[in-house]
């Protein structure tokens, strides 16, 4: 197996760095301290912190495609999918005990209005992930699971959007209590 590049370590220690602290509280020293790469060799990779973030986004993404592959199982039903999918996300947020939150929601609050280029990139990110539970929803639909009075890409931005507020009470209550109450709305009510 080849030795990970320079632009890989960087990519991968600022994923760790930016979730852990925030883009405002992280430094490039900092990124390149955990990257075991001195620290003019960021710049030969990135074109600025920016930069870095906007990337950092794209792996994150690129990251939890295994989680969302959970959407497009048809050995289970379409609401399954969808329960097990925000199951999933709920267990890894407690196993890190609410301790970073979701990485776009986190850089969503901290740079929508200091970074064009990452909100960019956040948007982005946001309509795929929409788009991946709009089309669970759609099977859920077909199936008669989901109600079809609303339209598919609504519920599963409002999904995403009150999961994300879900997560961050979590976050800062340090208690799954916010993401039980989403579950417990979305799935006897919002979706019925």
Known sequence: MPRPSAREKLLSAGLDTLHRRGFNGSGVQEITDAAG????SFYNHFESKEALGAEVIDRCFQTTSARRAILSDESLSPLERLRRYFDGLAAAL??????YGCLLGNFSAELADQSRLV?????????????????C??????????????????????LINAWEG???????????APLEQFNEVVFSKILR
């Not at 879900?166 to 799954?176: D, F, G, Q, S």
């Open 37 to 40: 790469v001195p620290k003019g």
């Open 94 to 99: 407690e196993a890190a005990e609410f301790a």
């Open 119 to 135: 909100r960019d990139r956040l948007s982005s990110v946001f309509a795929a992930w929409t788009r991946a539970i709009e089309g």
């Open 137 to 158: 929803i759609r099977d859920a639909q077909r199936a008669g699971e989901v109600r079809k009075d609303m339209d598919a890409a609504t519920l599963a931005a409002f």
């Open 166 to 176: 879900a997560v961050l009470r979590a976050r800062v209550e340090k208690h799954a």
